[in-house]
Nanobody
Framework: QVQLVESGGGLVQAGDSLRLSCEAS????????MGWFRQAPGKEREFVAA??????????TYEDSVKGRFTISGDNAKNTVYLQMNILKPEDTAVYYC??????????????????WGQGTQVTVSS
């Protein structure tokens, strides 16, 4: 079992930056995929980014609309995954969720592929 707690959301203006954090209750870096998803009102939950660790390698996956603006990273010592979000746009407004699943050899981009979820943190970007 893995508990995930997100933090770092808030209200910012377009062009600003935010860093979201996701602290896990146990070490996940050795063989897990950690993902960030977001869900805007009236829309389905969508993939944002994921990071995976397996056999000494780290894998990164990003949704196209955030490439070059968002960066996912992890701090092994703190059992924490981060999502650095730069050049934020109003369309980035959503509740952001952290998720985890044991590494299964391929990028996990669908919500149904993840076993554990955090409670979410609101990000609001004003124009």
């Amino acid at each position: 079992q893995v508990q995930l707690v997100e933090s770092g959301g808030g209200l910012v203006q377009a062009g600003d930056s935010l860093r979201l954090s996701c602290e896990a209750s146990r070490r996940t870096f050795s063989a897990f995929t950690m993902g960030w998803f977001r869900q805007a009102p009236g829309k389905e939950r969508e993939f944002v980014a994921a990071i995976s660790w397996s056999i000494g390698r780290t894998y990164y996956t990003y949704e196209d609309s955030v490439k070059g603006r968002f960066t996912i990273s992890g701090d092994n010592a703190k059992n924490t995954v981060y999502l650095q979000m730069n050049i934020l746009k109003p369309e980035d407004t959503a509740v952001y969720y952290c998720a985890a699943v044991p590494f299964r050899g391929a990028a996990a981009r669908r919500p149904g592929e993840y076993d554990y979820w955090g409670q979410g943190t609101q990000v609001t970007v004003s124009s």
